[in-house]
């Protein structure tokens, strides 16, 4: 992406602060880093830390959206970048980054005037010799995909890598159904046109392909046979968009296996990562 095409997308990100409105006024603060805070004239995105509170109704869509399925921080996002690509939104991150050593730039905090964020970044000058920021917490199974893999999930799953705990390898899902009548009924779920009931057919249907019993396969929340509820050791889970990525490591202490679809979406290609358990011991402790 080109610089100027990324500051634009600040300044849009910042004249939508300032007209106000829910969620916006729930705003701390935000900051600026990687490639673009160091001057690089073509960052693949703009990395931003947004610090927020949680009112009663944000707390809310909060909680839908884990239990449905959703993006916990959609209204958020949406509010602050609109329909636009290339911000990369860190939420609730500052203390955890600043740990690691990274170098924030503070464009905004509550209390101030948006013309004040506005001349913090015009100070943000372009820089030459300023390369793109490789990405932190990387391994090969995240290649091509990890701009949908939000940095706290990187962190966790290569801590699994790196014990030795589990392996995860990329995978790429056709589009298609599965012929299980179980199946079929965990899929009326969703309607017809969602992008979740998209990606439960494609994984379903790739576990049919592999013999994999459904009556231990736990679907996005929910067992495809049976109850939530029995003693049932479910083997293989499934999740969606990370919403309930800090069960993964909980899961493997007695199931095998795990299937993410990363970004569901209605008609882009299924990327999903399988997280295989290797080594129970060296799980962290929960």
């Known amino acids: 992406m080109k610089r100027e095409r990324a500051t634009t997308l600040l300044n849009d990100m910042l004249n939508r602060l300032e007209e106000g409105g829910w969620p916006l006024d729930l705003v701390d603060e935000i900051l600026v880093f ?12 703009v990395d931003l830390i947004v610090e927020h509170r949680r009112d009663d109704r944000l707390t809310s869509e909060f909680l839908h959206s884990l239990s449905y399925g959703g993006d916990p921080s959609a209204s958020m996002k949406r509010a602050l970048k609109g ?22 730039t503070l464009l905004w905090t509550r209390g101030e005037p948006v013309d004040a964020a506005r001349a913090r970044l015009a100070a943000i000058t ?18 091509g995909i990890d701009r949908w893999v939000p940095r706290p999930v ?42 979740l009931r998209r990606a439960a057919a494609a994984v379903l249907a790739h576990l049919e392909a592999t013999s994999r019993p459904l009556d231990s396969v736990y679907l996005h929340g929910e067992p495809v046979i049976g109850s939530r509820y029995s003693d049932t050791t479910w ?9 309930h990525h800090r069960s993964i490591p909980r899961h493997l202490q007695e199931g095998t296996d795990w299937f993410e679809v990363v970004r569901p979406t209605r008609t882009q290609p299924l990327h999903t990562l399988h997280i295989t358990v290797q080594d129970r011991s060296a799980l962290p402790d929960l």
């Open 235 to 243: 083997q293989t889970a499934v999740g969606f968009g990370w919403s």
């Open 34 to 45: 990687g490639s673009y805070a160091r001057g690089a004239l073509n960052p693949s995105d």
């Open 126 to 143: 372009p820089d030459p010799e300023a390369g793109r920021a490789p990405r932190d917490h990387m391994i090969e199974a995240f290649d």
């Open 154 to 195: 990187r962190i966790d799953l290569t801590d699994l890598v790196d014990r030795k705990a589990a392996t995860i390898r990329q995978l790429q899902l056709p589009d298609t159904e599965p012929a299980h009548p179980a199946a079929l009924e965990a899929l009326t779920r969703w309607s017809e046109t969602s992008p």
């Open 83 to 104: 329909r636009s690509r290339g911000l990369q939104i860190h939420f609730g991150e500052r203390k955890s980054l600043e740990a690691e050593g990274f170098e924030l």
